[in-house]
């Protein structure tokens, strides 16, 4: 069913400004089951308001009803308010934001369809803190856009594209919004706290995506031509514009800008320093590049981090933080010093820099989020995101690196559980592909290892951050070189002594489940049982249903169009030849890879009379949004693994 702005209210409902006393949830000591893994994290995502006196958060109940609700605290009040909730059926919090003291933006995205076809919209809310007053609204009018921009008949998918904050009109952001024409935005200046907009500059020369600088004046347009992948970087000059780069986004390296320094002049942007990205910095007068910071055999693809009190460029989000402002080098080699086990990230200030917030993992700590207070010295817990899990049952990571068959050095992360190997072993391909996995807690990894079972995860050729080529290996390349790199991984744990060739199976989820499937068809006799949630099992039907889309040219570039080519990559076309087991679960409101990917490769597999299991979550995503989801996940795979892996 479509869901209009007009109602989206009604399914992200909203909460009287409900009082309770706050708290915090001490660490049981429990053993822990596939509940306490699967369970939605307690608390996430917290932010300071500007001020540094309230935090927003989203915290996860179940009881009486499996709930999502944002809500704010007030340190100064001791007060606790409960702002909108949602089922996760139809509707989520995307993501928030404080916008000033009193009032946050909020984002939510819920299901759609445009014809026939299943899409994510986005809507842009203004909540106030506590709820009273004009409460929560939608902040775009769209009866009031529509009439501006003379275009009735469009309605935008995604509206929540703020490009400015303006932290210095703390009643006004800048939103990017195809008001006019599909995928072609115009910049509108929006009033937070009664939804009146103005047109700042109209949509124009294939402009996809607009930045501004930090006196809030756009000055880049990023076009894009998605038949060609010809991209081009604009720089507004007054009535003209000059190119600044320009470049194939399908197979060229490009540059990529970042933000602006608070010095309108100097602009960051993301180039390659031979196979690997890295940052520089740009003077628009001079025309001089700089390189800022680089990491040697890895990409930096994090984005810039800006302070609040001088509103300049200080950093950039690269495994962590980066910090080239000395000011937060100290804060953070202070954190460091005093939690030196685990990973610490500063992830929200006040404008004076007084109050922060910090988030810290580790492998074996689930993340706890702290409040850092600089003038009196004190950092206190504040949330925990998984405190019913049994921290003793908990492996580290090691990065490890293996040879391919044809000599390229693959890394991988390990995890063992206790005691002497050879374990019982899951080879766990990330999704994406173009992705990666990292050390710190993983709640599926740390499921896994609970279970007594060792976990590879290796970061094969398409993953993201190891430089150009090693990512262009996806273009046309699934089920070909990037699965003989996780076949590979599989023999290196046997040969290592970690795993006995005959006690692994192989988990993924959206490319890692295709990776999971596909290793069933190529590697028939590798794998005692595969996993796939949400897994991509034909490529061709992939590629057709990108036709509805703009990106339809990109998809591709990077799956291929040749149709004999395709099914020959795609388990579902070569599932005669299957021997493993297989569990195949998947959401039934999907966006990202559609259910039928998983309903065609069980009617093939019945027809084949394979042994296989289908689980269809009612309502489910591609993200186990639903608790009830993700726990039913976690006991048909718990079930499913014990009946073949032996211990």
Same mark, same amino acid.
């Given at each position: 069913m479509h869901h209009s702005p007009s109602n989206l209210l009604i399914q992200l409902l909203l909460l009287c400004a409900a009082v309770i006393s706050f708290s915090v949830t001490a660490q049981q000591e429990e053993p822990s089951s596939y509940l306490d893994f699967s369970a939605l994290p307690a608390y996430g995502t917290p932010a300071l308001a500007p001020d540094g006196t309230k935090v927003a958060f989203v915290q996860n109940v179940t009881s009486p009803n499996e709930l999502t609700m944002?809500?704010?605290?007030?340190?100064?009040?001791g007060k606790k308010y409960y702002l909108l909730q949602t089922d996760n059926e139809e509707v989520h919090v995307n993501w928030y934001k404080w916008v000033n003291n009193e009032r946050l933006i909020v984002s939510a995205l819920y299901q759609s369809r445009r014809g026939k076809t299943k899409v994510?919209?986005?809507?842009?809310?203004s909540v106030r803190f506590d709820g009273g007053g004009k409460g929560t609204f939608?902040? %775009?009018?769209? *009866? +009031?856009?529509?009439? +501006?921009?003379?275009? $009735?008949?469009?309605?935008?998918?995604? *509206?929540?594209? !703020? %490009?400015?904050?303006?932290?210095?009109d703390p009643e006004h952001i800048l939103v990017s919004i195809d008001a006019e024409v599909l995928g072609l935005p115009s910049v509108y200046k929006v009033n937070v706290n009664t939804g009146s907009l103005s047109r700042v500059i109209r949509g124009k020369k294939g402009i996809r995506d607009w930045v501004t600088d930090r006196q809030h004046n756009v000055r880049i347009g990023i076009s894009l031509d998605y038949d060609t992948g010809e991209r081009e970087v604009l720089l507004k000059k007054g009535d003209s514009w000059e190119t600044l780069f320009a470049y194939n986004a399908m197979t060229d390296k490009g540059e990529y800008p970042m933000g602006f320094a608070l010095d309108p002049n100097i602009l960051y942007y993301r180039g390659y320093k031979g196979d690997f990205k890295a940052v520089y910095k740009l003077n628009l007068k001079t025309k001089e590049r700089t390189e800022?910071?680089?990491?040697?055999?890895?990409?930096?693809?994090?984005?810039? %981090?800006?302070?609040?009190?001088?509103?300049?460029?200080?950093?950039?989000?690269?495994?962590? +933080?980066?910090?080239?402002?000395? +000011?937060?080098?100290?804060?953070?080699?202070?954190?460091? *010093?005093?939690?030196?086990?685990?990973n610490n990230t500063l992830v929200s200030f006040s404008d004076d820099e007084q109050t922060y917030l910090v988030y810290s993992e580790s492998d074996t700590l689930p993340g706890v989020f702290l409040l850092g207070d600089r003038k009196a010295g004190r950092l206190d817990a504040l949330f925990h995101q998984y405190p019913q899990i049994d921290t003793t049952t908990l492996s580290k990571h090691s990065l490890i690196s293996y040879e391919a068959r044809d000599g390229v050095s693959v890394e991988a992360y390990l995890t063992l559980p206790e005691g002497e190997g050879p374990f019982p072993t899951i080879i766990h391909p990330?999704?994406? $592909?173009?992705?990666?996995?990292?050390?710190?807690?993983?709640?599926?990894?740390?499921?896994?290892?609970?279970?007594g079972y060792a976990v590879l995860r290796p970061n094969f050729r398409g993953s993201q951050g190891y430089g150009f080529s090693f990512a262009q290996s996806q273009m046309k390349g699934w089920g070909l070189a990037m699965q003989d790199d996780i076949?590979?991984?599989?023999?290196?744990? !046997?040969?290592?002594?970690?795993?006995?060739?005959?006690?692994?199976? %192989?988990?993924?989820?959206?490319?890692?489940?295709?990776?999971?499937?596909?290793?069933?068809?190529?590697?028939?006799?590798?794998?005692k049982c595969a996993v796939s949630f949400a897994g991509v099992s034909s490529l061709k039907h992939m590629v057709l249903s990108a036709r509805r889309f703009l990106n339809n040219e990109f998809v591709k570039n990077q799956i291929g169009d040749d149709f004999d080519d395709l099914e020959a990559r795609s388990p579902y076309y070569?599932?005669?030849?299957?021997?493993?087991?297989?569990l195949l679960v998947h959401g039934e409101e999907d966006r990202v890879v559609r259910v039928r990917q998983s309903r065609y490769m069980a009617d093939e597999l019945d027809d084949l009379d394979k042994t296989y299991n289908f689980v269809e979550l009612e309502n489910g995503d591609h993200y186990l949004s639903i608790q009830r989801n993700r726990h039913r996940f976690f006991q048909e795979m718990d079930t499913f693994l014990d009946r073949y892996l032996t211990k």
């Open positions: 944002l809500a704010t605290y007030d340190f100064k009040e994510k919209d986005t809507r842009l809310l939608n902040l %775009i009018h769209w *009866q +009031r856009l529509k009439s +501006r921009a003379g275009n $009735p008949t469009h309605t935008p998918q995604f *509206q929540d594209e !703020v %490009i400015d904050w303006m932290p210095d800022v910071y680089s990491d040697d055999g890895y990409d930096v693809n994090g984005s810039l %981090i800006y302070s609040p009190l001088t509103n300049d460029a200080i950093g950039v989000r690269h495994d962590g +933080r980066f910090y080239w402002d000395t +000011r937060y080098v100290a804060l953070q080699n202070g954190l460091d *010093q005093s939690l030196p086990d685990y990330h999704g994406g $592909p173009g992705a990666r996995d990292f050390s710190g807690f993983d709640y599926w990894t740390a499921y896994f290892t609970s279970k076949t590979d991984a599989a023999h290196w744990m !046997v040969e290592q002594g970690h795993a006995e060739k005959d006690n692994m199976c %192989i988990v993924g989820a959206s490319y890692g489940g295709y990776a999971a499937l596909m290793a069933t068809v190529k590697t028939p006799n590798l794998f070569n599932a005669e030849n299957i021997k493993t087991p297989i």
